[in-house]
Structure formats: C-alpha cells, structure tokens
C-alpha cells in the first residue's frame, strides 16, 4: 500500500518561505510532482520531475519554486520563495504505485500567505 505523507505546509507572511516535504511509504515508483488546490478551483500543477531529474514549473511559480527529489529517501520537497498571497492553497504531492501506475496523492498540506 502506497502512503504519501506531506509535512511543511502553515502560515507566513507576504515575501517568506516555506519548504514543502513529501515522503512515500509502500509500492511507490516515483514521486512526480507537486499540485495545489483552492475552494471552488481544480488541482492545479505547480512543479513536476521526470525520472531523470528534469523539472517543469507554472508560470506564477517559476523563478520562486523549486521541486527536488530524494530517491534514496523517497522523499520529495518544494522549496517556495517570495511566497505571494495567491500562493494560499493546499499543496498535495503525488507519485506513481510501481504495479499499476495509479497516480497516487498525499492527503494535502495547507499553506497560507498573509498579506
């Protein structure tokens, strides 16, 4: 049983950071990315990496974020920079289970930015 687990997430002001961990547990192949979710909106990609390490970026995050992964850990992180308040929502991280390739999810860490 694959177990994704996000830890990071709380309050910080306009300009601060944040640093989102992801760590998997079970049948996992890879963690893939970050996604991000508010009331009312669809989980929205917010950084991705690819097995060889390469990484991809929404354009409101780009310059700001950084996705890194730990495969001797199976851990993944989002580094956030110059956090804005749009950048409020919940952070989910997401991987792959290793037999079916059933794209799994952790249950969200919430992060707000004040203004």
């Known amino acids: 049983q694959v177990q994704l687990e996000e830890s990071g997430g709380g309050l910080v002001q306009a300009g601060g950071s944040l640093r989102l961990s992801c760590a998997a547990s079970g049948s996992i192949l890879s963690l893939i990315g970050w996604y991000r979710q508010t009331p009312g909106k669809q989980r929205e990609l917010v950084a991705g990496?690819?097995?060889?390490?390469?990484?991809n970026y929404a354009d409101s995050v780009k310059g700001r974020f950084t996705i890194s992964r730990d495969n001797a850990k199976n851990t993944m992180y989002l580094e956030m920079n110059s956090l804005k308040p749009e950048d409020t929502a919940v952070y989910y991280c997401s991987g792959l289970e290793r037999i079916t390739l059933r794209l799994m999810w952790g249950q969200g860490t919430q992060v707000t930015v004040s203004s």
């Open positions: 990496i690819t097995s060889g390490g390469t990484t």
